[in-house]
């Protein structure tokens, strides 16, 4: 079955601009969560969504949000840009997260996305 | 705010030397998992371990969960080019603003041939 499906896979921006980037799930998954990797952070989490609802949200400013489509596809959006969102932009797909038997808390993750804000 | 504390760092050894990997935590994880994460591609589920003192085997791999489910390391024998690549541990906790899932920084392994 096809991965987790991210784009774009890299983009450039300025300060002070916004961005949308998008992930498809694998076909399935109905949990999608939202990581930030940098080299000095590791990888810190954003927000996980499940039936279109938001579900949890990880400890960043309010210029970062997303949302979860009736198919699963999720998207996030960061506003008004700053040098230091840049970073490779994680999404990860998993099952029904109150599914407890094999294959829960699994994350399947695509390939991200790299945003470098000039 | 729970903390994984992945060492060394960086690893960079040759062919065939074996090497192994830490995660530390003062906290009790209910599983852990390891993923490891090749340049321009996402982590990738190598295994979970739940059981205290748990040890899996993955070919060359071996994982080892703590007796107190607070610390696991991975073993690798023989180290392969292929095995290059940034090694990540995660541990399950449900809810909270970290995730599910509180990822250390990684373990950076450079595998010469």
Redesign the interface.
């Given at each position: 079955k096809a991965g987790v499906t991210q784009t774009p896979r890299y983009l450039i921006k300025t300060r002070g601009q916004q961005v949308t980037l998008s992930c498809s799930p694998i076909s399935g998954h109905r949990s999608v969560s939202w990581y930030q990797q940098t080299p000095g952070q590791g990888l810190q989490f954003l927000f996980e969504y499940f039936s279109e609802t938001q579900r949890n949200k990880g400890n960043f400013p309010g210029r970062f949000s997303g949302r979860q489509f009736s198919n699963s596809r999720s998207e996030m959006n960061v506003s008004t840009l700053e040098l230091g969102d840049s970073a490779l932009y994680l999404c990860a797909s998993s099952l029904d997260p109150r599914w407890i038997g094999p294959g829960a808390n699994v994350l399947t993750f695509g390939a991200g996305s790299r945003l470098t804000v000039l | 705010t729970q903390l994984l504390e992945q060492s060394p760092q960086f690893l960079s050894i040759q062919e065939g030397e074996n090497l192994t990997v830490y995660c530390n935590s003062s906290s009790v994880f209910s599983?852990l998992?390891w993923?490891r994460q090749e340049p321009?591609?996402?982590?990738?589920?190598l295994v979970?371990v739940v059981t205290g003192g748990e040890v899996k085997k993955l070919k060359r791999l071996t994982f080892q969960f703590g007796d107190a489910r607070k610390d696991s390391s991975l073993h690798i024998t023989a180290a392969q080019p292929g095995d290059t690549g940034l090694y990540?541990c995660a541990g399950?906790n449900y809810?909270?603003?970290?995730?599910?899932?509180i990822?250390?920084?990684?373990t950076k392994l450079s595998v010469k041939p």
């Open positions: - | 599983s998992q993923y321009g591609e996402g982590p990738v589920l979970t990540l399950l809810g909270g603003s970290q995730g599910n899932l990822f250390g920084k990684g």
